[in-house]
């Protein structure tokens, strides 16, 4: 079974400058097809999920823009 990687991530609104922090981990082995990232958590005023176990959907809680990090 492979180990979970944790990390912190900075993101920033592109249409309105909010900036927070998003609070990942992912399965870490170099062989691994698909990281199966997720979102342990949010702060700031954001929204985030991972999406097809890659990208992190990001949805502004200030202005409703949504955005890929």
């Known amino acids: ?5 944790r990390y912190s991530v900075g993101v920033k609104c592109p249409k ?3 900036e927070g922090t998003l609070h990942l981990s992912e ?9 199966h990232r997720t979102v342990d958590r949010v702060d700031g005023d954001f929204q985030a999920s991972a999406a097809r176990g ?7 809680g200030k202005c409703g ?3 890929t990090h």
Not at 54 to 60: A, H, L, T
Request: charged share 25%; glycine share 4%.
């Open 16 to 18: 309105c400058g909010l």
């Open 27 to 35: 399965d870490d082995h170099p062989y691994m097809s698909n990281p």
């Open 65 to 67: 823009e949504h955005f």
């Open 1 to 5: 079974m492979a180990a979970r990687d």
């Open 54 to 60: 890659v990208d992190v959907d990001v949805v502004c």
